[in-house]
């Protein structure tokens, strides 16, 4: 299933602290041009890769049947190979070799994963309940991810330790129809998310570090939307910012206050799931997405390198 971000809300947690509310400076740099990765037929969404490309991990949809998906994953220099068995697949995120995806069978959603050389299927401790968990990332022993309930009223972004059971949950919203959260990346000491509120036409970025507990609102200017966010093992957030409707996107860096716009894209494509972001070594990072037509809807598997 495919949660987009269109058509929701979102609202503002009780309790949460939020630092970093100032106006950032702006850095303007060459803008990157994106580069195809995955053009295949079909529908390709929401990707996530290893170090270098060695393996990319992302949802295809199924012939004649647009809002079906499955995982591939594509190794380097190999085909591709399909990683969910049964049910409904969609890629989450990768670390080292190991895969977390969702699984979605039978109205039920569950985290999954995949040791990429071994091929070895597991189940992740203490994520999965009877509830709908979604769009998962992982970074050593920690996965974050949503969860949704009650009809997709409520909603949650969660982040969980593995090897300690601690659980935090990082920003919620409960019985307000019109709000939603979705969970960004895990990566090193920093998480992402972002908040939706369709009653206002308001979205926002947040940065989280873990080590710390503590939260920034990345700034927003008035009558702009941001979302999708990405980040680093240093901290530094990928994401995208638009006006109201699909299309009119730029892809943007945020690092240390300093705001840096990286990618236009062209006229009428919008971006239909979450960024991704890889630490390449020696200052360069990949950072993947799908890149959607708003006319047709057809997306497909984009790259910049940022460096």
């Given at each position: 299933m495919v949660f987009h971000r269109?058509?929701?809300?979102?609202?503002?947690?009780?309790g949460l602290v939020v630092i970093g509310l100032v106006c950032a400076a702006t850095a303007w740099a060459t803008l990157l041009t994106p580069e195809p990765v995955v053009t295949a037929k079909g529908?390709?969404?929401?990707?996530?890769?290893?170090?270098a490309g060695a393996y990319l991990a992302y949802?295809?949809?199924?012939?004649?049947?647009?809002?079906a998906f499955d995982v591939y994953v594509k190794p380097a220099g190999r085909r591709r190979f399909k990683v969910n068995a049964r049910g409904q697949g969609f890629a989450g995120g990768i670390d080292g070799t190991n895969l977390i995806w969702q699984r979605v069978r039978n109205g039920q959603s569950d985290l999954r994963l995949f040791d990429l050389a071994s091929h070895t299927r597991?189940?992740?401790?203490?994520?999965?309940?009877?509830?709908?968990?979604?769009?998962?990332?992982?970074s050593g022993d920690w996965i974050l991810y949503g969860q949704t309930w009650h009809r997709f009223v409520n909603w949650?972004?969660?982040?969980?330790?593995?090897?300690?059971?601690?659980?935090?949950?990082?920003?919620?919203?409960?019985?307000?129809?019109?709000?939603?959260?979705?969970?960004?990346?895990?990566?090193?000491?920093?998480?992402?998310?972002?908040?939706?509120?369709?009653?206002?036409?308001?979205?926002?970025?947040?940065?989280?570090?873990?080590?710390?507990?503590t939260t920034t609102?990345?700034?927003?200017?008035?009558?702009?939307?941001q979302y999708y966010p990405s980040?680093?093992?240093?901290?530094t957030v990928f994401y995208l910012r638009s006006g109201l409707g699909c299309g009119h996107v730029v892809l943007r860096k945020y690092a240390a206050g300093v705001d840096t716009p990286l990618a236009v894209l062209p006229r009428g494509y919008d971006v239909l799931s979450n960024t991704f972001a890889v630490d390449e070594g020696g200052g360069v990072t990949s950072v993947y997405f799908d890149r959607v037509q708003c006319s047709t809807g057809k997306s497909h598997i984009y790259i910049i390198t940022v460096s």
């Open positions: 269109r058509g929701w809300r979102m609202g503002v947690a009780a529908r390709q969404i929401h990707a996530s890769a290893a170090l949802g295809q949809s199924r012939p004649g049947n647009s809002d597991s189940v992740p401790n203490g994520v999965n309940t009877r509830r709908f968990e979604f769009w998962p990332t992982i949650r972004v969660i982040l969980h330790n593995t090897n300690t059971s601690e659980t935090r949950i990082l920003d919620e919203r409960v019985n307000r129809f019109h709000v939603r959260v979705g969970p960004g990346q895990v990566n090193g000491d920093y998480a992402t998310w972002e908040t939706i509120n369709g009653r206002t036409s308001v979205l926002n970025v947040f940065l989280y570090q873990i080590s710390t507990a609102k990345l700034p927003r200017p008035t009558g702009k939307v980040v680093t093992a240093d901290g």
